[in-house]
């Protein structure tokens, strides 16, 4: 490499790209001090040059066709920041074959098309990081991957979707009601293009596979995640989370067992004394147990330009230490190694306690049918609330917070409890996290 320089292409001059271009024109210098190397953005590819970026691209040559960059033999680092699966998984496919690094925060591509491409640049002797693709700024990947590499993971959890941890804020603080909540956070711009997938669970289940394969050596998919979303939590259930000292987050949970590993992501209540409650609005954070570390909690921003640039680049510069190497020498297995083959436990086999919220005729021997069905699966209760209606069909909520069960138990005995017909359709569990 002449000039100890290092020549990157973007793709995609998006939010994300805008930020990439923008660390490595204003940056430079500090880089440099900082790493030995210069970094040099030679061409951008994207399909809209009429939005103004606030960018000075005078001396970087910028073209409508990606394929100039995948064909240019000067780019060391191609940066793929369009997102989605297509063209994306080939234009990555295209770079690693023509044996450039790849640095991406495709979230939704890793965790489902991740070992493919793994393949393919392990098959080029290439890598292909994502640090930017899980919690934004926040140095999570390489967290996992170099600071805590001595630990076996006995739990990874936490707030990985910035829009919809804003939208539960926004209700448990302000009282507001989901659909005006995710309206702000539409308006803020936090949300996904299709917001379905972050209200919906995905995208912090794009993330959790990300972090479980990174955690259990395995590539874990996402499609074999159980996910729920937050659509079905209403102003009641944050008020009656309320009066129990508690609240509700969007969690997405990796525990290791000894006969395999438990994902999931679904709306979770925590206590109020809880350091993830404290996590608020768009913020991001996740707790890692290591089994010689013990719990950490890393933290900070989930997206966004800035944040999401700043982890990009520090995949550049990790990789750029490769470009510095001798003929013939390798600095192997920076990238994740996916060697093993983790059983997943299936989440009828988990153990919870649960928050139930019915809507009931107000009418006597309600309580102990239900009480009754819950007790026949052995499932205890721990407390119990009623409110009075004020609804003109004389509907009440009615709220259990049970002991420990089994999540199979759990299920058999809601749909039991959803045949009566003094039971309305809209309920809600929730698990409760301890
Ligand atoms: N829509 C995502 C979020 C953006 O809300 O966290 C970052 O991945």
Same mark, same amino acid.
């Given at each position: 490499?002449? %000039? #100890?320089?290092?020549? /990157?292409?973007? *793709?995609?001059? @998006? &939010?994300?790209?805008?930020?990439?271009?923008?660390?490595?024109? $204003?940056?430079?210098?500090?880089?440099?001090?900082?790493?030995?190397?210069?970094?040099?953005?030679?061409?951008?590819?994207?399909?809209?040059?009429?939005?103004?970026?606030?960018?000075?691209?005078?001396?970087?040559?910028?073209?409508?066709?990606?394929?100039?960059?995948?064909?240019?033999?000067?780019?060391?680092?191609?940066?793929?920041?369009?997102?989605?699966?297509?063209?994306?998984?080939?234009?990555?496919?295209?770079?690693?074959?023509?044996?450039?690094?790849?640095?991406?925060?495709?979230?939704?591509?890793?965790?489902?098309?991740?070992?493919?491409?793994?393949?393919?640049?392990?098959?080029?002797?290439?890598?292909?990081?994502?640090?930017?693709?899980?919690?934004?700024?926040?140095?999570?990947?390489?967290?996992?991957?170099?600071?805590?590499?001595? %630990? #076996?993971?006995?739990? /990874?959890?936490? *707030?990985?979707? @910035? &829009?919809?941890?804003?939208?539960?804020?926004?209700?448990?603080? $302000?009282?507001?009601?989901?659909?005006?909540?995710?309206?702000?956070?539409?308006?803020?711009?936090?949300?996904?293009?299709?917001?379905?997938?972050?209200?919906?669970?995905?995208?912090?289940?794009?993330?959790?596979?990300?972090?479980?394969?990174?955690?259990?050596?395995?590539?874990?998919?996402?499609?074999?995640?159980?996910?729920?979303?937050?659509?079905?939590?209403?102003?009641?259930?944050?008020?009656?989370?309320?009066?129990?000292?508690?609240?509700?987050?969007?969690?997405?949970?990796?525990?290791?067992?000894?006969?395999?590993?438990?994902?999931?992501?679904?709306?979770?209540?925590?206590?109020?004394?809880?350091?993830?409650?404290?996590?608020?609005?768009?913020?991001?954070?996740?707790?890692?147990?290591?089994?010689?570390?013990?719990?950490?909690?890393?933290?900070?921003?989930?997206?966004?330009?800035?944040?999401?640039?700043?982890?990009?680049?520090?995949?550049?510069?990790?990789?750029?230490?490769?470009?510095?190497?001798?003929?013939?020498?390798?600095?192997?297995?920076?990238?994740?190694?996916?060697?093993?083959?983790?059983?997943?436990?299936?989440?009828?086999?988990?153990?919870?306690?649960?928050?139930?919220?019915?809507?009931?005729?107000?009418?006597?021997?309600?309580?102990?049918?239900?009480?009754?069905?819950?007790?026949?699966?052995?499932?205890?209760?721990?407390?119990?609330?009623?409110?009075?209606?004020?609804?003109?069909?004389?509907?009440?909520?009615?709220?259990?917070?049970?002991?420990?069960?089994?999540?199979?138990?759990?299920?058999?005995?809601?749909?039991?409890?959803?045949?009566?017909?003094?039971?309305?359709?809209?309920?809600?569990?929730?698990?409760?996290?301890?």
């Amino acid at each position: 490499m002449e %000039n #100890r320089q290092v020549n /990157i292409g973007i *793709i995609g001059l @998006g &939010t994300v790209g805008t930020g990439v271009a923008r660390i490595l024109l $204003e940056q430079k210098e500090l880089l440099k001090t900082r790493s030995s190397l210069t970094y040099n953005l030679k061409s951008i590819s994207d399909l809209d040059w009429n939005r103004d970026r606030n960018l000075d691209l005078s001396q970087v040559y910028c073209t409508t066709n990606a394929h100039e960059i995948l064909d240019d033999p000067d780019i060391n680092i191609v940066v793929e920041t369009i997102g989605g699966y297509e063209p994306a998984f080939s234009f990555i496919s295209k770079a690693l074959k023509n044996r450039k690094h790849v640095v991406t925060a495709n979230k939704a591509l890793i965790a489902t098309k991740g070992m493919e491409l793994y393949k393919i640049a392990q098959e080029n002797d290439v890598d292909l990081l994502f640090e930017a693709s899980v919690g934004g700024g926040i140095p999570i990947i390489k967290g996992l991957r170099e600071g805590l590499v001595a %630990n #076996r993971f006995e739990s /990874i959890y936490g *707030i990985l979707n @910035g &829009t919809t941890n804003y939208i539960l804020t926004k209700m448990h603080r $302000e009282g507001l009601d989901f659909a005006d909540a995710l309206k702000e956070a539409q308006r803020k711009g936090f949300a996904e293009a299709n917001p379905t997938l972050d209200i919906s669970g995905g995208d912090a289940a794009h993330k959790l596979a990300i972090l479980g394969s990174i955690a259990s050596n395995s590539f874990i998919p996402f499609e074999k995640i159980y996910v729920e979303g937050i659509t079905g939590i209403t102003k009641l259930d944050m008020s009656f989370a309320q009066s129990f000292g508690l609240t509700i987050k969007l969690l997405a949970i990796y525990r290791r067992y000894e006969d395999g590993v438990d994902l999931r992501v679904h709306p979770t209540l925590i206590s109020n004394t809880h350091l993830l409650a404290a996590v608020s609005n768009e913020l991001n954070a996740i707790f890692v147990k290591g089994d010689f570390v013990g719990n950490t909690m890393f933290y900070g921003p989930g997206a966004g330009e800035r944040p999401t640039a700043s982890a990009i680049v520090s995949d550049i510069v990790d990789l750029s230490r490769d470009l510095l190497l001798k003929e013939g020498e390798k600095y192997s297995n920076r990238a994740i190694s996916l060697t093993q083959n983790v059983r997943l436990i299936p989440i009828e086999d988990i153990q919870s306690r649960f928050y139930l919220r019915f809507m009931t005729a107000d009418k006597p021997g309600v309580l102990s049918m239900i009480s009754g069905v819950l007790a026949e699966y052995g499932i205890s209760i721990s407390s119990m609330v009623q409110l009075e209606s004020h609804e003109k069909d004389n509907y009440v909520p009615i709220v259990l917070l049970t002991h420990e069960a089994l999540e199979r138990s759990m299920e058999q005995a809601l749909q039991k409890i959803l045949k009566f017909d003094f039971v309305r359709e809209d309920y809600l569990r929730l698990r409760i996290f301890e």
